[in-house]
C-alpha cells in the first residue's frame, strides 16, 4: 500500500518573512496567501510538514527554548486558519559546529523521520522552500522540489536541481501542484 503523499515546507522565507536568526516569537509574519495555500493542500489529501535547519542554536545566537517559542508561535496563527502542520521537525545543528549530521537539509534525515511517524511516501511528495537545501531532498528521495521566490529564492533560482519548479510564492507552488498530472 502507497503511502500518503506530503508537502514538506520549509520555515523561514517560506511559510514566514525571512528574518535571520529568528529568535523572538513576535517577529513571525506569516507571508500573504500561506493560510490558503496550506488549506488547500491539505483539502487535497497532503499531510504538511515543515523541515526548517535552525543554526542559530549551534551558533549560540539563540536556545532551543528561543526556538520552540517562535515555532509555537506559528504553529497557533496556522492552527488559527486550519492550516496547522501535521508535524514540525528542526535541525539545531551547524557542520562548523559540531560536524555533519544527517538531519540538516539537504540531508533528508528531517524528511525520513517525518515519512516514518506519518506513513508518507517521499516519491509522491514535494518538496517546498527558498533555497536549493530545502529542494535537494526531493532529487534524493524521488519527489518534486519547488523553489519559492520569496527569501532567499529569487538570489537562489540559477543552483536548483535541474526540474525544480520555480514559483513566486507559496500560493503558486500549491496551485502547481494541485494541477499536476497523476501518474
Known amino acids: 500500500m502507497r503511502g500518503r503523499p506530503a508537502v514538506f515546507l520549509d520555515r523561514d522565507g517560506t511559510l514566514i518573512r525571512e528574518r535571520e536568526y529568528l529568535s ?8 500573504p496567501g500561506v493560510i490558503p495555500a496550506l488549506q488547500a ?4 489529501g497532503f499531510a504538511l510538514v ?11 545566537l539563540y536556545s532551543e527554548a528561543d526556538y520552540h517559542r517562535v515555532a509555537a508561535r506559528l504553529e497557533r496563527i496556522l492552527s488559527d486558519g486550519a492550516a496547522g502542520p501535521d508535524l514540525t521537525l528542526f535541525c539545531p545543528h551547524h557542520p562548523d559546529m559540531g560536524g555533519p549530521c544527517r538531519c540538516r537539509k539537504p540531508d533528508t534525515g528531517m524528511h525520513e523521520a517525518a515519512a516514518r511517524e506519518l506513513g508518507l511516501d517521499p516519491r509522491r511528495s514535494f518538496f517546498v522552500g527558498d533555497k536549493p537545501s530545502d529542494v535537494e531532498a526531493a532529487v534524493r528521495m524521488g519527489g518534486q ?9 529569487t538570489a537562489s533560482r540559477d543552483e536548483v536541481p535541474l526540474g525544480t519548479w520555480i514559483a513566486p510564492d507559496l500560493g503558486e507552488a500549491a496551485r502547481m501542484i494541485l494541477e499536476r498530472p497523476e501518474g
Open 24 to 31: 523572538d516569537p513576535e517577529g513571525v509574519e506569516v507571508l
Open 145 to 153: 522540489g519547488v523553489l519559492v521566490l520569496t527569501g532567499y529564492g
Open 41 to 44: 493542500l491539505r483539502e487535497a
Open 50 to 60: 515543515v523541515v526548517t535547519n535552525q543554526s542559530g542554536i549551534a551558533r549560540g
